[in-house]
């Protein structure tokens, strides 16, 4: 067996065996790493400083279309056009690697070009890969078609509905299933002190910090849709934290809003803090009815929540398919929603009337001088819009000062000139107001010239739920005169009628004289 000699004469079998061995493990090398880039859920690109692919794996073949013979040695720009390799070749003043490590970790955002000359969104992620031929780029490629289309949807949803939540009355949050903000409109930014930027992508959990989140966000058991059909239509009551820490009362109506993240929830928050105050005001008002009048104290008990909050619900329930399906559905669906909303709006004005009516004493407190003048115009303004939808007119003599309770007063006055505007006659409303002293006390009388009533009715009008007329005629809750009548008897004085079918009707009723005896210059 021959053996080769080197120009020393040595032999160069060791050598060969080296070189030999060198290649076997650089094989084996090439053949692991290749394993890594096939294994890779993303297309894998490995460029080097000349800017030349050298290695690609099979999401590459099938995210740009070509095959991979057709791109190895060939320029990256032939498949990301703009930004890749600008980013990576070095120039005349920095190398390859100062180059590449701007952009490590990064998510670089470009468009890829495939084989048939489409583009389209990618995001790249780069890393370095030392080799015998240097500093070797490997390009983690990622097609974000789907997530730019998402992007753009919410863009346009965003335009979309902007206008409807900017034009609602209440605070209007959209979170996602991540429990995530991805919308307010401008009622958000007064209720709770933020600025828009600094709420939307944070957790709906820093405004609104127990119990929404966890009605919405979806479990190991249930969607969120599961989770978000069992609130839909309730009145959710919890607090909302404002920007500086402290507490409100809200309370939530929940409905569903499709997009191509999934179901999102949109949330109408309305700052209940003036219904509290008001509840717990009832509630010291139901003490005092409790030591004066238990009958009182447990009907007030009943209207105020017994039939307010499911009242409540059926209001926020019927808004919302009001909503949702205007113009969506034939006319007879839509009038059966209009005979709800109708009825809705009456029962409200019931137990409205009917609290009133049990509060008169309840809320009473110290009797103080008023000018009764006063009394009249805070009473018109209250009926200002119905003054001007009927056409009619409210007159008045001079008015003296009276001791009294000045809310129970106006309610008075409100209830007496309101039903001169109801009760009318085929004549525009003319109401007139004028008093006369009787000894200590004042006799004022309230004229119209409405449609009368019969004289056999007249201790019958001021009894609760007494009505002469049919809902159809002239609505109304049978309440208003019982009121007026329980006002005038705290007050130590009497309520009266006198009236004829066809000629009006004029009410008196007897209030005590003020210390002061100036009377008052009428302008109502």
Aim: with cysteine; charged share 25%; net charge negative.
């Amino acid at each position: 067996m021959s053996v080769s000699t080197g120009k020393d004469g040595r032999g160069t079998g060791a050598s060969d065996e080296k070189m030999s061995r060198d290649r076997s493990e650089s094989g084996e090398s090439a053949a692991k790493y290749r394993g890594l880039l096939e294994a890779a859920p993303d297309a894998m690109v490995v460029v080097n400083q000349a800017g030349e692919i050298v290695l690609v794996n099979g999401q590459v073949e099938k995210q740009f279309g070509y095959l991979r013979d057709e791109l190895v040695g060939q320029k990256v720009k032939n498949i990301i056009p703009e930004g890749f390799a600008e980013r990576l070749i070095a120039d005349a003043t920095r190398s390859t690697a100062e180059a590449l490590a701007q952009h490590i970790g990064a998510g670089i955002e470009l468009s890829g070009r495939r084989k048939d000359g489409t583009e389209f969104p990618i995001e790249i992620m780069l890393s370095p890969l030392e080799s015998a031929e240097g500093i070797l780029v490997t390009a983690a490629i990622r097609n974000i078609t789907l997530r730019k289309n998402a992007e753009k949807h919410l863009v346009q949803m965003e335009s979309r509905y902007r206008g409807l939540l900017e034009a609602a009355p209440d605070a209007m949050v959209v979170v996602n299933q991540a429990g995530q903000i991805v919308l307010v409109n401008v009622q958000v930014e007064k209720q709770f002190g933020y600025r828009r930027d600094e709420l939307v992508g944070q957790k709906v959990k820093n405004i609104i910090p127990e119990g929404f989140a966890e009605r919405l966000i979806a479990d190991a058991t249930r969607s969120t849709a599961e989770a978000l059909a069992q609130q839909i239509g309730m009145g959710i009551e919890i607090s909302g934290r404002r920007k500086d820490g402290t507490e409100f009362p809200i309370e939530l109506m929940l409905s569903p809003l499709e997009s191509a993240e999934g179901i999102l929830v949109t949330a109408a928050i309305r700052n209940i803090s003036a219904r509290k105050k008001s509840e717990q005001e009832l509630a010291v008002a139901n003490q005092v009815l409790e030591e004066s009048n238990l009958e009182l104290k447990q009907f007030a008990y009943v209207a105020s929540h017994d039939l307010q909050s499911p009242l409540r619900s059926i209001t926020g329930f019927v808004q919302l398919i009001q909503q949702e399906y205007e113009g969506k559905l034939d006319e007879q669906a839509q009038d059966w929603i209009r005979r709800t909303v109708r009825a809705v709006a009456r029962m409200q004005t019931l137990i409205r009337d009917l609290l009133s009516y049990s509060r008169v004493d309840a809320r009473s407190g110290p009797l103080t001088q008023i000018p009764f003048l006063e009394i009249v115009n805070d009473a018109l303004i209250l009926l200002e819009s119905s003054i001007q939808d009927s056409g009619g007119q409210v007159t008045c003599d001079k008015l003296p000062m009276v001791m009294g309770d000045r809310s129970q007063l106006v309610q008075l006055m409100q209830n007496l000139i309101g039903n001169g505007l109801a009760y009318r006659s085929d004549k525009l409303p003319d109401i007139h107001i004028s008093a006369k002293r009787s000894g200590k006390d004042w006799i004022f009388s309230v004229r119209d010239n409405g449609i009368g009533i019969d004289p056999n009715h007249y201790e019958q009008i001021f009894e609760i739920f007494k009505r002469l007329h049919s809902q159809k005629d002239h609505p109304g809750t049978g309440i208003g005169l019982a009121v007026c009548r329980r006002v005038v008897n705290r007050h130590g004085g009497k309520i009266w009628v006198e009236s004829e079918p066809g000629h009006g009707s004029t009410f008196h009723f007897t209030i005590p004289e003020g210390t002061e005896q100036t009377n008052e210059q009428s302008t109502c």
